[in-house]
């Protein structure tokens, strides 16, 4: 098409038409600008194609890692009602302490207090999400992931502070008691166990640790609201955008 203007707005030239050449090197110059707009218009369709094809390759993997952290800190969660669940039962009265499975897991584990001496914690989702957050393309799972970042935070620091005092508390403790766990695993009886936890340091220390566990498990369980929102906001998302 504009090697067939470019012919005619030769001949146009060769016969002194300047008004006729004028208009056919117009008309060239209309065409050039359609194809040039027509060809953007292609690339920016092409590239809005592969932002929305890495869009939602983003919101699997971070659904994959959003499912990944609910069975991850599910864990976190039991693991801390069980020893909530051992202070409660240190800090019972004497004649209240019975001898159920409480004691005989800590016959098998004689020589520490609790299950876990520490937790470990991190999220897959906010390692992988912060560097990717820019490249998504909903602002609603933007939010949703901002949210949920920032309560990992608060989760995080909880579980640190645990992790913190129970090394501080419970390691002179159980230096102190080496001995009668020694004896406790010779010996399982509910005299032994009482002498340890009747142990005014010990009581008061495992009164400082239970509420750090309260603690952990506020923010744990709010985190695990805002895994599930995250999880429903991502599934929604990718069910729309196939």
């Known amino acids: 098409m504009i090697k067939f203007f470019r012919q005619i707005r030769l001949k146009s030239m060769e016969n002194n038409k300047t008004s006729r050449y004028l208009k056919y090197a117009i008309g060239e110059i209309i065409l050039v600008v359609i194809g040039i707009l027509i060809a953007l218009q292609i690339n920016n369709w092409n590239e809005e194609r592969k932002r929305q094809h890495n869009d939602l390759q983003l919101c699997e993997e971070l659904l994959n890692d959003a499912l990944a952290d609910s ?13 909530k669940s051992t202070t ?29 001496s520490g ?15 820019q490249e998504l393309q909903s602002k609603s799972v933007i939010n949703t992931l901002r949210q949920y970042s920032l309560q990992y935070d608060y989760v995080a620091a909880s579980i640190k502070r645990l992790n913190t005092i129970n090394e501080k508390e419970l390691v002179p403790l159980k230096k102190r008691h080496m001995n009668n766990f020694k004896q406790l695993k010779e010996t399982p009886k509910i005299e032994i166990l009482n002498m340890i936890y009747d142990d005014e340091a010990v009581q008061k220390s495992t009164f400082i640790i239970d509420g750090y566990i309260n603690d952990a498990l506020k923010h744990l369980n709010v985190f695990q609201k805002d895994n599930r929102a995250l999880i429903k906001i991502l599934r929604e998302r990718i069910n729309n955008g196939t």
């Open 88 to 116: 409660q039962y240190i800090l019972e009265k004497p004649e209240s302490r019975k001898t159920d499975s409480v004691i005989l897991r800590i016959v098998d584990r004689a020589g520490n207090f609790f299950t876990y």
């Open 71 to 83: 069975i991850f800190y599910q864990s976190r969660q039991e693991g801390l009602k069980e020893i």
């Open 119 to 133: 937790f470990r914690f991190l999220s897959n989702v906010v390692n992988n999400g912060k560097y990717n957050i």
